[in-house]
């Protein structure tokens, strides 16, 4: 038989698993069996499914003893027997090692209050990690139903997709936990979770039981999760207009975990720090967190689960889409939130990669399922949900959420391709007289890299508007055109012009009315005005912009800055027009642009530049106030905290920096979180050995994940080679989990004075993160190598990875080497010019 090395053969199908493990959590080991009923298409004379780091111990196809081979080099397990069209059964008998790497079925613990260690057995199946759990049709088009029985110890718990429909206890004395039966989902959103673990009383969502389901004792930090989940599984239904497509809904919170969340069917698993928080002591953003993972898994259960992707190419749309859909859920939960404001900052992550060459197109051919491993990237998740979005700005709301609910009631229980959904949205739109080609518009987005920077100028009577791809390097003459929705507001008057070619006109007339290109601020594209446009946009008429607009303007002036078409001190003399700013998004781009300003300058240069910091600052925070006034809101709150820590640290304000040791050193209290937040980064940025000790102590001793996580991370801010190394060695020490360790030493590369010191205990280091951390999170610890922008820095970073590729991140790697030499070249180009400046300006603002 030749053999797909990467597809399954399609003669055999599996529509359903009778699975039974037995972990030994003490031994770290476990045991089990799969009775598997299959369907034969044609004959065959092999039996052909995955499975890897299993020891099989028999195999049996209709109760007779069959032959086999495990292939380890292709996951596969080659079954040696002859079937006949019709149904047949495969029984097979395994066992295996609860892992350390949070893949498969694999080995968490934490520590009771008594000091005494407990095992929790714990599964992260996706993308193609069931096959370490038992053996399985591993890929995603093979749905089935799971019945899961778990065998476990008195006085453990259990948890799996379906609720629980019974319990026996064994001769051994040890109790078989069976569940009922999932719907077919594939096998990546199997889940089984066992340990000693505490659940919460069930809240009844429309006829669904929700738990919290965590480590003893944490019951009190489960509240706020609880109010989200029922409201987001409560939204959700609505807006589908389909049922939750599970019988109960378990969110569980585990001490190890290498992703965010994972999307399991009625079992979802995320890290403590997603899931579990006490809103009294976290910050706005803190929170915002856990409720935009709980709405994106939630939001999962029906795109993703109910109607899965075919093949890992499409893996995009299940992400993407959930990333918009958490959007939409957590702004109906907390309005005042702003969410699709916020969206902002997401969006912008993605312009950042997406400018660059070695960017990538959202969906691409996948033969391996390791290929797919690159799209788990702000490409998918940022780019995807954007693009979403414009559409749906396009479309209109409702248009588009009859088109979604559509597909999803067309293909459930299937799996599908990318191009369904445009199909079932375009169904809807064409239904009701609409002519818009939804497949066709999306195709040129999802199908090509990059996103187009759209001029805007006057030619008498008409707004010309032109597309170029944007790009940080010169890459002019690319001939990238994208079908571009673009919302212009002339005055008063909203206009769509859809932008399908290089050059579009709309007669606007010769009122002299400012003229906002991308109008509501939602479209995936950069904005370049003429002088008599940019000029209209002043300082009066920036009130008449809504935030995400104003955001915009901030953002691209900063991508202009770096692709070379603006210089350092044009960017900080358009940041200082925008001193009356009051609103936290636009502050958040202000001193986002702030920082790489700061990247480029030393020496002398750097008290001017601060002062500069300090004289844009202090309006807003001389308004705002250091001490939350009634009636001002989480916002409000947050801003306050952004401000302080601009002036504190990029502003080297003393007394600022004085009053955030105060805030830090007295008793906390009632104090409001945002202060205490922003005084432990301040108190870290000018800290000694005594602070550094006491944020050890008080990552020991945390009373929630949110505040252990701000003293690990603090480390990370310290202004000390020796205490930066101090940091590093902690994160390698094995007291820091493996989930955050990589976080730790990512925070510690993006240090302004001492990352380059970091990098080199990383790279010292290289063997022993990657046989340690989980694979996913060695990209993410050395991302910030593309901020140390010193021709010495590049040498030996791009010389380093030329050698030590990143196998699992190729793509994502050639786009941190290249953004590094795009900063490198940065600072090259501007920094002597900027430093002049500042220098010669002194205490003057910058012209």
């Known amino acids: 038989m030749n053999l797909d090395p990467y597809r399954l053969p399609r003669a055999v199908l599996a529509p359903h698993y009778a699975v039974i493990l037995e972990p030994e959590l003490a031994e770290a080991t476990f045991s089990g069996s799969v009775s598997i009923a299959v369907d034969a ?78 095992v929790v057995a714990c599964s992260q199946m996706q993308a193609t990690d069931c096959r370490r759990a038992f053996p399985c049709f591993d890929e995603p088009d093979f749905k089935a139903q799971f019945g899961v029985t778990l065998v476990i110890d008195d006085g453990l718990m259990a948890v799996s997709n379906g609720p629980e429909q019974s319990r026996v206890t064994l001769p051994s004395g040890r109790i078989a936990v069976t569940f009922e039966d999932t719907m077919p989902i594939s096998t990546y959103l199997v889940a089984v979770i066992v340990g000693r673990l505490e659940a919460t009383a069930p809240v009844d969502v429309e006829g669904t039981p929700l738990r919290i389901v965590h480590v003893p004792g944490k019951s009190h930090i489960a509240a706020f999760a609880l109010e989200v989940g029922a409201a987001s599984l409560a939204w959700f239904q609505r807006y589908y207009d389909i049922p939750y497509p599970a019988k109960k809904l378990d969110m569980i919170a585990l001490p190890d975990f290498a992703a965010g969340a994972m999307e399991n069917l009625g079992c979802i698993t995320y890290r403590e720090s997603l899931l579990l928080v006490d809103p009294a002591t976290s910050t706005q953003f803190e ?39 958490e959007v939409m859920a957590v702004d109906d939960f907390r309005p005042n939130w702003e969410c699709w404001t916020n969206f902002s900052l997401e969006r912008t992550d993605a312009f950042e990669v997406d400018s660059l060459a ?54 459930s229980y299937a799996n599908t391709e990318t191009s369904d959904l445009w199909d079932g949205i375009e169904a809807v739109t064409t239904a009701d007289g609409g002519n818009e080609a939804v497949r066709e518009l999306m195709d040129s987005w999802i199908w090509q890299a990059g996103f187009p920077l759209v001029s805007a100028s006057l030619a008498g009577s008409d707004l010309v508007l032109r597309q170029e791809r944007f790009a940080f390097s010169d890459e002019a003459n690319d001939p990238t055109l994208f079908i571009v929705p673009v919302g212009v507001r002339v005055g008063d008057d909203t206009h769509m012009v859809l932008l399908d070619s290089a050059e579009a006109r709309l007669e606007v007339g010769n009122t002299g009315a400012a003229i906002v290109v991308n109008s509501g601020g939602h479209g995936f594209f950069r904005v370049a005005y003429d002088d ?22 901030v953002d691209d002036a900063s991508a202009a800055f770096v692709a070379g078409r603006l210089s350092a001190s044009g960017l900080l003399a358009f940041l200082h027009g925008f001193s009356g700013e009051r609103e936290l998004a636009v502050w958040q781009v202000i001193t986002a642009s702030l920082r790489r300003l700061n990247r480029i300058i030393d020496g002398d240069a750097l008290e001017p530049f601060q002062l500069q910091v300090r004289t844009l600052v202090a309006p807003a925070l001389g308004e705002l106030g250091w001490s939350p006034q009634a009636g001002q809101d989480d916002l409000q709150s947050k801003l306050r905290g952004l401000l ?44 000694d ?12 001793n945390a009373p929630t994940p949110q505040e252990q996580l701000r003293n690990l991370y603090a480390l990370a801010e310290f202004n000390s080679p020796e205490l930066i190394e101090r940091a590093c060695e902690f994160a390698f020490s094995g007291e820091v989990r493996t989930q955050n360790a990589p976080y730790l030493l990512q925070r510690c590369i993006a240090n302004r004075t001492q990352g380059e010191v970091a990098w080199k205990m990383v790279r010292s280091n290289w063997g022993a993160a990657n046989a340690r951390f989980p694979n996913p999170s060695i990209i993410r610890m050395v991302d910030p190598v593309k901020t140390l922008n010193t021709p010495e820095a590049v040498a030996d970073v791009q010389g380093f990875f030329s050698e030590h590729p990143i196998k699992q991140s190729l793509t994502t790697l050639a786009q941190v080497l290249e953004r590094q030499r795009v900063n490198a070249a940065l600072r090259s180009r501007e920094s002597d010019d900027f430093e002049e400046a500042l220098i010669s300006n002194g205490s003057a603002r910058p012209s």
């Open 689 to 700: 050995e005594r602070d550094f000790d006491r944020f050890i102590d008080g990552f020991r």
């Open 532 to 553: 008599t446009l940019r000029a209209r946009l002043g300082t009066e008429s920036l009130a008449t912009l809504n935030t995400v607009e104003r955001y915009n303007l």
């Open 287 to 325: 929170q915002q967190v856990v409720a935009d993972v709980v709405s994106h898994e939630l939001a999962h259960m029906w795109f993703g689960d109910l109607v899965t992707m075919r093949w890992w190419n499409g893996i995009w749309l299940n992400e993407a889409f959930a990333t918009f859909m």
């Open 644 to 687: 302080i820590s601009a002036t504190a640290v990029l502003g080297a304000d003393q007394e600022a920096q004085r009053r955030c040791r105060a805030i830090f050193d007295a008793d906390r209290g009632d104090t409001d979180p945002e202060l205490i937040s922003a005084a432990t980064t301040v108190v870290a940025s000018i800290g």
């Open 358 to 411: 070695s960017t990538r197109t959202v969906e691409f051919a996948v033969r391996s399922p390791s290929d797919c491993d690159g799209m788990f990237d702000v490409l998918t998740y940022q780019k995807g949900g954007a693009l979403l979005r414009m559409l749906q700005q396009y479309l209109g709301e409702e248009r588009f959420r009859q088109g979604v609910s559509n597909y999803l009631k067309t293909h």
């Open 41 to 118: 298409t044609e004959p065959v004379d092999q039996i052909v499914l995955n499975a890897i780091e299993l020891d099989i111990t028999s195999v049996e196809v209709n109760g007779a003893a069959a032959g086999f081979t495990l292939d380890e080099s292709t996951e596969r397990l080659l079954i040696d027997a002859p079937l006949a069209p019709g149904p047949a059964r495969l029984d097979i008998v395994f066992s295996g090692v609860l892992n350390d790497k949070l893949r498969g079925f694999y080995r968490s613990t934490y520590t009771d209050d008594d000091g005494r260690e407990h």
